[in-house]
């Protein structure tokens, strides 16, 4: 039998549309004018929710639905795509099914949550969820990784990589982003 990984999946098609004993890709498009992934990997919730989160270089969060079990799809509506930090590239995303708040860095070096659905940790800082959270840390220089969560504790970390001086530096703070310590 033989087994092709070439497959490209049509614009909106879902995965059940793939030829059996083939591999599929499906290309997803952003929403907004232009933007990129220059330095976040993708996000997926292992929760059944089938979501997936990325940031981009417009400084923008975007979501997509039906990324491994339906038709994969960029979120366009509903408060999204979010954004985050005008102008600023985006890192990697974390999704934390505690606070159910997604944590993301900057090339500004300013750490964000984002207050999905359902959250009832933290402050949105105008509307209601989904929405960028009331408070913001600005780290100094740029962030080029995603921060870490530690959802037991309760806790998130990011690491600001420029500052000469200490060679980097390591921040935590609590879910709401309200608490810090280096």
């Not at 995965?15 to 997803?28: D, F, Q």
């Not at 993301?104 to 209601?128: A, I, N, P």
């Amino acid at each position: 039998m033989l087994f092709r990984s070439d497959m490209t999946l049509a614009m909106n098609a879902a995965w059940s549309t793939c030829p059996a004993a083939n591999s599929c890709v499906a290309n997803l498009t952003f929403s907004g004018t232009n933007p990129q992934d220059i330095i976040s990997s993708p996000f997926y919730r292992y929760d059944g929710s089938d979501t997936l989160y990325v940031g981009d270089s417009t400084g923008h969060l975007q979501k997509f639905t039906g990324v491994f079990l339906g038709t994969p799809q960029v979120v366009a509506s509903g408060g999204w795509p979010i954004l985050v930090n005008n102008a600023a590239t985006l890192t990697s995303p974390v999704y934390d099914s505690v606070s159910k708040n997604i944590f993301v860095g900057d090339s500004l070096g300013q750490l964000s949550f984002v207050k999905e659905t359902g959250s009832t940790t933290g402050m949105c800082g105008s509307g209601s969820p989904p929405c960028l959270g009331s408070v913001v840390q600005a780290l100094g220089g740029a962030m080029v990784d995603g921060p870490l969560v530690d959802s037991s504790a309760g806790t998130v970390f990011a690491f600001e990589g420029t500052d000469t001086t200490n060679r980097g530096t390591a921040y935590q703070f609590n879910t709401q982003l309200a608490t810090a310590s280096k």
